[in-house]
């Protein structure tokens, strides 16, 4: 109904020339376009040779990028303004959606196929394999490893986000300190993984038992009489110690959602459990959790998809050696210390199939929503 | 949201104290504990390079510490296989070696054993507050610096330069973070209100590729750089991070223009302006919240991104974001803690001012982008 309507708008405009084109228009958009295409050229041309840091270098671009873009926006505009209406109309969405779609299929979707190809061939693509790179995914030690690792990852760390992050925002929502509170758990959100990973690496470091420790944890441990311990070479549990940075940059992400869903609990779904009689705890699970487990199912899937895709911190604090290993870190040696660009895709297809059931999800729910 | 009621805790009078009491007990221990790492961070990267090493952070606040208050001088080449006679105590050897107690509490230690000197220490207040900037000077220029070591010797190093990665960083952020907004705004202009073939199948490709990890798409995209010729340039990175933002830019933004009313575009398309006037004239100045959520977003994205920057500007230091910088400083510098946590900071600093500047924004652009992997 509301498509016809937005139809109906389009046709309907009443435009200046709508019936016939204009040729010499339609010439001068031609040109117009033709000679922005050109600069867009040279601007490439220019920023494929330059490699210094220059801050030159990022208004060109910003020009480039942003200018050329608003440019060939406008200028293909033109050119459709000087089609007769039927053309017009026929053409006009093209020209607002095709760029970026366009971009998203070459970034993305050939990419992804590409790659899929690829995982069916040798290490430089020259050879047919079949599923070689697949059986080894799964039958190498190293990789055995990396997916124990992964499912550490996902397990502790998503549900230590989350039910952390639950238990903050409840807190913080009977709280008076509410804002700043929240603020200084939400703040490791905006700290890299490889920044966070320098802060903890501080916090894990050691020194000989003869020493002042000036890591806080070792530093705790001689105060109560034990032994200074390598925190991050201490397997398995140098896992843990991996997972803990996480937890502490993204329960902050959890909080701030979960929070703003606890705002939406209607008070008086409360109200009228107690007067029912339930205690506090019983309110609090038997009606606040599934009014928010919409949120809590969004939060869970956006950290469990981080945990397995998880990268920069273990490559940083560890390299993915004494057995803390992850499928990013695996994906990343074979792909650039081994060469081995079949096993790297066939290993990143992996992922995507991990991943997989909530693209589905997401593409569920998009179904399900009005308009589409 | 003011309108909802804040679920407050039953009970009346004492109870609701109590209650009170323990919840913002509870929320200050959790913050303090999340708050400490970071802390310990900022306060390490002003104390002097060899207190970093040779003391906690945490000295710098007033703590007891045993130091020496007088030296006790023994008889020269006194036998030290028998226990001696010092201060009215019977002592060892080994026992003056590792430190001992007095009833007093104070303690006895040698000081040169071959001398046969020993202290006396006591336990005073006492808190290491040295404070420098030389850390950030050292880390953020290039030039030489010169500083004493411990046994009293000079030494000469070469700074880090980081000052130069932090442009390099504002180079690669900047045009990907603009870049991605335009086209997605356009499309998520047609998504929302222009009807055409393919439109929902389309729309389903933006809403797919949301969680697509982007390790799928490194390996094809580098080999096609590299074919161009422009693997190891900025150029490669701003295409990367247009590409891998454009799908959350275009669901986002689709998500906010869609709900604009309909009757403010009713109005200029009966005046006859064309699409292309009412999207630039009404629908972005409109969506400046949403644009907004989105480039805080994007700029936090790209800028704390350690792996495509690894992947597609390589280890050159002279194109080394302040990500890579301070992953490679992690390398090769490991234990220096003074150039460490320096730079850690410095990386930090500007998403950290955005962060506490723009939160509102960053908080509503993650809550409309949460389905992003």
């Known amino acids: 109904m509301i498509q016809q309507t937005r139809e109906a708008e389009v046709k309907s405009a009443p435009l200046p020339n709508d019936q016939n084109w204009s040729p010499r228009q339609f010439l001068i958009a031609l040109a117009a376009l033709a000679v922005v295409l050109a600069l867009m050229v040279v601007g490439f041309l220019y920023l494929k040779g330059s490699r210094g840091a220059s801050m030159f270098n990022a208004v060109v671009a910003i020009i480039w990028g942003v200018g050329g873009v608003a440019a060939l926006f406008y200028t293909a505009n033109m050119l459709i303004e000087s089609l007769n209406l039927k053309w017009r109309n026929a053409l006009r969405p093209f020209l607002f959606f095709l760029p970026g779609v366009a971009i998203l299929f070459l970034f993305l979707t050939v990419p992804t196929l590409l790659t899929l190809y690829q995982s069916f061939f040798n290490q430089d693509s020259t050879r047919f394999v079949g599923l070689d790179n697949y059986i080894a995914t799964f039958t190498d030690r190293s990789m055995q490893e990396s997916f124990r690792n992964n499912l550490f990852w996902l397990f502790l760390g998503t549900g230590f986000c989350v039910v952390l992050g639950l238990l903050i925002a409840v807190l913080a ?49 001689v105060a109560v009489g034990l032994e200074p311990q390598t925190w991050l070479t201490l397997q398995p549990w140098n896992n843990l110690f991996l997972i803990l940075v996480m937890i502490w940059g993204s329960t902050g992400f959890a909080m701030v959602l979960l929070s703003a869903a606890l705002k939406g609990v209607p008070g008086e779904l409360i109200e009228a459990a107690r007067v029912d009689g339930a205690t506090e705890l019983q309110g609090f699970f038997n009606i606040v959790i599934p009014y928010i487990q919409g949120t809590i199912l969004t939060v869970t899937t956006t950290i469990a998809i981080g945990t397995l895709k998880i990268f920069d911190q273990v490559y940083v604090m560890t390299g993915g050696q004494f057995g803390t290993s992850v499928v990013g870190t695996e994906f990343y040696r ?8 079949g096993y ?10 991990a991943i997989s059931p909530v693209l589905v999800y997401n593409l569920r729910q998009l179904n399900k929503q009005e308009g589409f | 949201m003011s309108s909802m009621a804040k679920i407050r805790p039953a009970g009346a009078g004492r109870g609701r104290v109590i209650n009170a009491i323990l919840i913002n007990g509870a929320l200050a221990f959790i913050c303090l504990l999340w708050i400490i790492p970071t802390v310990g961070l900022l306060v390490s990267s002003f104390r002097d390079r060899s207190d970093i090493t040779t003391s906690g952070w945490w000295t710098i606040f007033p703590h007891q510490e045993y130091k020496t208050s007088r030296q006790i001088q023994l008889t020269a080449g006194l036998p030290l296989d028998q226990p001696l006679q010092v201060e009215g105590q019977t002592v060892t050897d080994d026992q003056l070696r590792a430190g001992f107690k007095l009833p007093d509490g104070s303690k006895l ?79 998520a202009y047609a998504f929302a209100w222009m009807r055409f073939p393919g439109r929902k199948f389309l729309f389903a490709m933006v809403v797919g590729l949301l969680v697509v990890p982007s390790q799928v798409a490194l390996i094809p995209l580098l080999r096609a750089f590299s074919g161009l010729e422009i693997s190891g340039t900025y150029l490669a990175l701003w295409l990367v991070h247009t590409g891998f933002g454009l799908s959350l830019a275009t669901y986002l933004l689709y998500n906010y223009i869609s709900g604009l009313p309909r009757e403010i575009l009713e109005a200029a398309f009966i005046d006859g302006a064309s699409p292309f006037t009412i999207f630039l004239v009404l629908i972005l100045p409109l969506s400046v919240p949403a644009l907004a959520s989105f480039a ?69 652009g993650l809550m409309a982008g949460s389905v992003k992997g």
Do not use: C
């Open chain 1, 173 to 221: 929502d009977r709280s008076k300190f509410e804002t700043v509170a929240k603020a200084i758990i939400f703040m490791p959100m905006a700290i890299s993984l490889v920044g966070a990973s320098v802060i903890w690496r501080f916090i894990y470091a050691y020194n000989p038992a003869d020493q002042e420790q000036i890591g806080l944890q070792n530093a705790i441990l």
């Open chain 1, 334 to 341: 074979q792909f650039f210390t081994n060469r081995n660009f």
């Open chain 1, 344 to 353: 790297g895709a066939a290993i990143a297809i992996v992922l995507f199939i």
């Open chain 2, 109 to 187: 230690i040698w000081s040169n054993r071959r001398a046969r000197t020993i202290d006396v220490q006591t336990q005073q207040w006492t808190a290491n507050a040295n404070f420098t900037t030389s850390n950030y000077q050292n880390v953020l220029l290039g030039q030489q610096f010169t500083f004493t070591q411990e046994d009293g010797s000079t030494k000469t190093e070469q700074g880090e330069n980081m000052v130069n990665s932090f442009i390099n960083s504002l180079t690669v952020t900047i045009p990907a973070t603009v870049i991605p907004i335009l086209i997605a705004a356009f499309a």
């Open chain 2, 296 to 364: 805080i977003f994007q700029f936090m994205w790209v800028w704390n991104d350690y792996l495509n920057a690894l992947i597609f500007l390589g280890p050159n230091p002279d194109t080394a974001v302040v990500t890579i910088k301070l992953a490679s400083l992690v390398g090769s510098r490991g234990q220096d803690w003074h150039l460490l946590t320096a730079g850690a900071f410095i990386s930090m600093l500007l998403p950290l001012a955005v962060f506490f500047a723009l939160q509102r924004y960053f908080v509503r």
